[in-house]
């Protein structure tokens, strides 16, 4: 079986995105409902990585949006677990902004989620992994 850490580095959860006008706003940037939205999916897919149980968005805590994404760029979103409590788990969720045609990357955006285990009747149950 494997130990918390290793669980948590096998959970790391990666997903790359083309900023393509579809997702951005009038300023020609990553519209931010979007973001949260792709924020949301990737914390609740490395929590099911994570326990392999049914998982829901209880809370999302604090998301800083420290830089726009433009169109034409890379954003790269990378979720962890941060901690694991009775029947809840934290994921950080950390956006970086690439360019298409250099090397440059920075970090655009970052937020924490807290998820939580639920049974058929939707009551939180244990975390057991
Ligand atoms: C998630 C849900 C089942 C939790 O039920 P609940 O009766 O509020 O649960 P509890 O008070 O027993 O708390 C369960 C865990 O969540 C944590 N929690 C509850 N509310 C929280 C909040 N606002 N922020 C952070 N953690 C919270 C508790 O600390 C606890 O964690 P722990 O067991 O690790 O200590 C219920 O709130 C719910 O169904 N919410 C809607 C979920 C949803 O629809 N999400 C969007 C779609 S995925």
């Known amino acids: 079986m494997a130990s918390l850490q290793e669980r948590i580095d096998m959970s790391v959860t990666r997903t790359v995105k083309a900023i393509f006008p579809n997702t951005t706003n009038h300023y020609d940037t990553l519209f931010g409902g979007t973001a949260l939205m792709w924020m949301d999916e990737l914390a609740f897919i490395t929590a099911t990585r994570f326990s392999r149980q049914r998982m829901v968005t209880v809370s999302s805590d604090r998301v800083?949006?420290?830089k726009p994404v433009p169109a034409g760029t890379i954003a790269e979103l990378i979720g962890r677990v941060t901690h694991v409590g009775t029947t809840s788990i934290i994921i950080k969720v950390?956006?970086?902004l690439e360019q298409m045609y250099s090397d440059e990357r920075e970090k655009a955006m970052e937020g924490t989620f807290t998820m939580v285990a639920i049974d058929e009747h939707?009551?939180?149950?244990?975390?057991s992994y």
């Open 64 to 66: 800083d949006f420290k």
């Open 122 to 127: 939707k009551k939180p149950v244990k975390i």
């Open 94 to 96: 950390e956006v970086y």
